[in-house]
């Protein structure tokens, strides 16, 4: 029996389909499917709360959001569990909003009308703790100034950028980013003509808030002691 030829034309129309329906299979689930799929794992989740277990909170939201992504109409209790998921991953603001769409088109007769009520309040507490640490948060980062201290000492020559990084750090315990340089000398006052100092410059960053100064501005003078004797010192700062 002779074999029948498929017209080129037809071959080409197949071949285009076949190829088309494998790209589609490659795209992924039909977006109702994946939908359910991604609302089943977030019950999946809120489920072993609600059983007393531990749920995984993040996953659960990830998959809430995936589900609302497919542009698929969600279940009508939708935002109170987005809304709970978001609470219990610390995103209040985003909570907030969902519970209030959920509030105002079911009221007082939605399904979960009492546990949005308590959520809701959780989060609006959890929002405004979370807005009074960014304040004070963005208070110390402003607070950071920028200080220049000179310090020196008579006769102990020895390791200057240490011991006057230590007395700084003494003085302004939020005392960071430290740069110091330190030359010696003959004391040039008649009094103190044969006497040597080490005298440091040091630059700094200190925090007003944290050690709840007005400025770093000032001059100090120390008489440390040892066991071959005693040593003056001291240091005058000024805030840049």
Same mark, same amino acid.
């Given at each position: 029996?002779?074999? $029948?030829?498929?017209?080129?034309?037809?071959? %080409?129309?197949?071949? %285009? $389909?076949?190829?088309?329906?494998?790209?589609?299979?490659?795209?992924?689930?039909?977006?109702?499917?994946?939908?359910?799929?991604?609302?089943?794992?977030?019950?999946?989740?809120?489920?072993?709360?609600?059983?007393?277990?531990?749920?995984?909170?993040?996953? /659960?939201?990830?998959?809430?959001?995936?589900?609302?992504?497919?542009?698929?109409?969600?279940?009508?209790?939708?935002?109170?569990?987005?809304?709970? /998921?978001?609470?219990?991953?610390?995103?209040? %603001?985003?909570?907030?909003?969902?519970?209030?769409?959920?509030?105002?088109?079911?009221?007082?007769?939605?399904?979960?009308?009492?546990?949005?009520?308590?959520?809701?309040?959780?989060?609006?507490?959890?929002?405004? /703790?979370?807005?009074?640490?960014?304040?004070?948060? %963005?208070?110390?980062?402003?607070?950071?100034?920028?200080?220049?201290? $000179?310090?020196?000492?008579?006769?102990?020559?020895?390791?200057?950028?240490?011991?006057?990084?230590?007395?700084?750090?003494?003085?302004?315990?939020?005392?960071?980013?430290?740069?110091?340089?330190?030359?010696?000398?003959?004391?040039?006052?008649?009094?103190?003509?044969?006497?040597?100092?080490?005298?440091?410059?040091?630059?700094?960053?200190?925090?007003?808030?944290?050690?709840?100064?007005?400025?770093?501005?000032?001059?100090?003078?120390?008489?440390?002691?040892?066991?071959?004797?005693?040593?003056?010192?001291?240091?005058?700062?000024?805030?840049?």
């Amino acid at each position: 029996m002779p074999h $029948t030829r498929l017209p080129r034309f037809l071959l %080409a129309c197949l071949t %285009a $389909t076949l190829l088309g329906s494998g790209a589609a299979t490659a795209q992924g689930l039909p977006p109702t499917v994946e939908a359910d799929r991604q609302l089943q794992l977030a019950s999946g989740e809120m489920e072993k709360e609600d059983k007393g277990g531990k749920a995984d909170w993040p996953k /659960a939201a990830a998959a809430l959001k995936a589900a609302e992504a497919t542009g698929v109409p969600m279940p009508a209790n939708f935002d109170y569990h987005y809304g709970r /998921a978001l609470q219990a991953t610390g995103q209040h %603001a985003a909570a907030l909003e969902r519970l209030e769409r959920y509030l105002r088109v079911h009221g007082t007769k939605g399904k979960y009308y009492s546990q949005a009520l308590q959520i809701y309040t959780s989060a609006q507490a959890g929002k405004a /703790a979370a807005d009074e640490a960014a304040r004070q948060r %963005a208070a110390v980062a402003a607070a950071w100034v920028n200080v220049k201290t $000179t310090w020196w000492s008579v006769d102990e020559l020895e390791d200057g950028c240490e011991r006057a990084e230590s007395r700084i750090e003494r003085y302004a315990p939020s005392a960071r980013n430290l740069d110091c340089s330190c030359k010696t000398g003959f004391i040039e006052h008649p009094a103190w003509r044969d006497h040597q100092e080490i005298r440091c410059t040091v630059t700094w960053q200190g925090n007003l808030l944290q050690e709840k100064r007005e400025t770093f501005h000032g001059e100090r003078k120390y008489r440390t002691h040892s066991g071959s004797g005693s040593t003056l010192e001291g240091m005058r700062s000024r805030q840049e």
